[in-house]
């Protein structure tokens, strides 16, 4: 899976690429984009995230983007079987499970030329791959009191699906409104949904992590 991300990755910057060069030649508009993003993410945990992200029109209808941030929890049941395991192991209970995510992405946004702007806002559609860097966070307790750094005296040893941090492979779709104010400066509401993919060589019977973003924007365009 890893060497096909990197393959379309290298053929879509390579067209873009292209395409980026013959857009600049004929068009005097601002080509790039940076904004801050901040998020609520929803599932089976619920937190916050916050991002950024920079990009460049490369044709009257399409940007290239590059998108990089901080998801708080994303948190799966998958990951709350396994910690229970342990807290029935010591007669205990588990007190709080966490995935926390880096994550970095490349993709492509584009516009959708055929549905009319709602008032100023411009609808889009976006895709993207890249990596995630994915932290798993327990705690257990035993009669209320936390016992998650005395759990050797209890016979136990984490395993690596309860405390490594993985790179994992991940794709985001989703979509989007932006809106031009002040002639340089855009805000941008968008939904992304990610699919980090399970790792299962590294962690047996992984399964994926699906996270959902609901965000905004605030940028400039230059």
């Known amino acids: 899976m890893m060497r096909d991300v990197r393959v379309v990755t290298a053929l879509v910057v390579f ?12 068009t005097t508009e601002p080509m790039w984009y940076g904004e801050f993003t901040i998020a609520a993410t929803l599932g089976h945990k619920s937190d916050k995230a916050v991002g ?4 460049m029109r ?13 998801m708080g929890n994303v948190g799966t049941t998958d990951l709350e079987a396994r910690a229970q395991i342990v807290a029935d192991f010591i007669g205990g209970t588990v ?4 995935h926390k995510v880096n994550f970095g992405v490349f993709g492509v946004r584009y516009h959708l030329p055929m549905i009319k702007p709602i008032g100023k806002w411009h609808p889009y559609l ?11 966070e327990v705690t257990f307790a035993v009669n209320g009191t936390d016992v ?5 005296e209890f016979g136990v040893q984490l395993g690596s699906d309860l405390t490594d941090s993985l790179n994992k492979a991940m794709i985001v779709v989703g979509g989007g409104a932006t809106m031009d104010f002040k002639t340089r400066y855009l805000v941008d ?15 047996e019977n992984d399964v994926a992590i699906k996270t959902q ?5 605030v940028g400039v365009r230059f």
């Open 15 to 26: 067209m873009l690429a292209g395409a980026a060069v013959s857009h600049a030649q004929t």
């Open 52 to 55: 950024g992200e920079a990009g």
């Open 58 to 70: 490369i044709t009257p209808d399409l940007d290239v983007f590059v998108e990089a941030g901080h």
């Open 95 to 98: 007190g709080s499970t966490a």
């Open 126 to 136: 976006a895709f993207g791959a890249g990596l995630a860097r994915v932290k798993p």
């Open 148 to 152: 998650t750094g005395r759990l050797p």
């Open 189 to 203: 509401l968008s939904y992304r949904y990610g699919h980090i993919l399970g790792k299962t060589g590294d962690i």
């Open 213 to 217: 973003r609901v965000q905004i924007g």
